[in-house]
């Protein structure tokens, strides 16, 4: 297998088990990045919380009017651009932020436990070189 078929096997089996997991608490994986987001720093607008979750704003937009109508977050005017709205936590968005990030933690520390912390560091290097190569690489697929 290619180096990326490994690297692709590996994200998608991740990805699934937090979906998964995640199904318990009636949210999606972006939803849940969206409340991740929200749970260090309240108050981001649409595009911030997209760059998270990376996802496009239109598919952001989407996920906020679903927590919005589970009541998980809440939206005002920012001050600053009357044509942005900005995101917070209700109580009960606070509540659920937190128990999906004990789900996702425990899921990090059992694959990290998999790991010396030598092996760790060893691999977050060895990925961080993978993106940094990634970003350079510029191939158009030939026609």
């Given amino acids: 297998m290619e180096l990326s078929g490994w690297l692709t096997l590996a994200e998608h089996e991740l990805t699934s088990l937090k979906v998964d997991a995640l199904k318990a608490l009636d949210l999606t994986l972006p939803q849940q990045k969206a409340l991740a987001a929200l749970l260090k720093e309240e108050g981001q607008s649409c595009t911030q919380l997209a760059r998270h979750a990376l996802v496009t704003s239109q598919t952001m937009t989407g996920v906020l009017r679903n ?24 109580p009960e968005g606070h509540r659920v932020a937190q128990r999906a990030e004990q789900i996702v933690g425990a899921m990090d520390r059992r694959l990290a436990a998999a790991f010396s912390d030598a092996e760790r560091e060893q691999l977050a290097e060895l990925l961080d070189r993978a993106t940094e190569a990634l970003r350079e690489v510029s191939v158009r697929p030939e026609r």
């Fill in 67 to 90: 927590l919005e109508e589970k009541r998980l977050v809440s939206r005002r005017t920012s001050p600053v651009h009357q044509r942005v709205s900005l995101y917070s936590l209700t």
